[in-house]
C-alpha cells in the first residue's frame, strides 16, 4: 500500500523494516543520499592513498596520509553495513577504479597536484563533508544517523591536518602563493559539491527530516565557516 506524508508530519524510521514500509519518494532520497556519501568515503580513502600519498614529503606525512585512508575505508564500510541492510549492495564500488564512479564526474579533486592542495582538500575541502555530516546525524533514518555519527570525530582530524599542512606553508610568502594557487583552482569544485540550489531532492530530504538545509543554505553555512579560516591564512576568497 502506498501512501503520502502529511506536510506537517514528523518522520521517525527506526528500522530497515519500517524503510520499506516508507513513501517510495522518501526511500529514494534516502537511499540516493547515503549512496553517494559511501561511495564519497570509499573515495576519500583512495586518493589519500593514490593522490595525497604520493606527495608527501616524508615519511611522517606519508604515514598520516595511509592513517587517513584507513579510517575513509572504514567509513565505507560503515555506509556498506547500513545500505546492505536495505537490500543495496555496493560491494562493486570496491572493484571499480577512482576512475569510473560517480563522484569522479568533477576531477579535479581527484587530480591534486601538489602538497599545498593536499592541505587545502582537508582544511577547506572536507569541511563540506563535514557540513553534510552533522545533518546526516540528525537523519530521519535512524540506522543512517548512528552510524554517521562515528565518523565526525574522524574527519575532525582529517581537517585538523589540513589546517597543519596549510598553517605550515603559510609561515613563507612562497606558502602562501602556493596555497592561493590551490585554493583558486580548488574552490570552484568544492562549490559544487552542495548540488544545484534548485534541487528538488534537497528539498524533500529537508521534508523528510533527512537533512536540516537545502543544498544553497549548506554552501552558505560552509562559507561561513572556511572563510575565516581563509583569511588567516592570509589568503584571498575566491569570488
Known amino acids: 500500500m502506498s501512501f503520502t506524508l502529511p506536510d506537517d508530519e514528523v518522520v521517525a524510521v527506526r528500522t530497515p523494516e519500517e524503510f520499506h514500509s516508507m513513501p517510495e519518494e522518501y526511500r529514494e ?3 540516493r543520499q547515503m549512496m553517494v556519501n559511501t561511495e564519497g568515503e570509499l573515495s576519500g580513502g583512495d586518493d589519500y592513498i593514490q593522490v595525497f600519498l604520493p606527495l608527501a614529503p616524508n615519511a611522517e606525512e606519508r604515514q598520516v596520509c595511509a592513517e587517513r585512508a584507513v579510517e575513509e575505508y572504514d567509513h565505507y564500510k560503515l555506509g556498506k553495513r547500513v545500505l546492505a541492510d536495505l537490500d543495496v549492495d555496493t560491494s562493486y564500488m570496491e572493484k571499480q577504479p577512482l ?7 568533477d576531477q579535479t579533486l581527484h587530480t591534486c597536484t601538489t602538497w599545498a592542495e593536499r592541505g587545502i582538500f582537508s582544511y577547506i575541502g572536507e569541511e563540506t563533508a563535514m557540513v553534510m555530516i ?3 546525524a540528525e537523519s530521519s533514518y535512524q540506522p543512517w544517523a548512528e ?8 574527519e575532525k582530524v582529517h581537517i585538523a591536518h589540513g589546517a597543519r599542512v596549510c598553517r605550515a606553508l603559510a609561515a613563507t610568502e612562497e606558502g602562501r602563493e602556493e596555497l592561493q594557487q590551490a585554493l583558486d583552482r580548488l574552490w570552484p ?23 536540516k538545509t537545502t543544498n544553497g543554505q549548506a554552501r552558505d553555512i560552509w562559507r561561513e ?4 579560516r581563509v583569511t588567516q591564512l592570509g589568503l584571498r576568497v575566491p569570488q
Open 99 to 105: 576512475s569510473e564512479r560517480e563522484l569522479f564526474a
Open 29 to 31: 532520497v534516502a537511499l
Open 189 to 211: 569544485t568544492f562549490e559544487r559539491i552542495f548540488g544545484s540550489s534548485r534541487s528538488e531532492r534537497a528539498r524533500l530530504a529537508v521534508r523528510f527530516g533527512l537533512r
Open 225 to 228: 565557516k572556511v572563510t575565516p
Open 147 to 154: 552510524a554517521v555519527r562515528t565518523i565526525i570525530i574522524d
Open 134 to 136: 552533522r545533518e546526516f
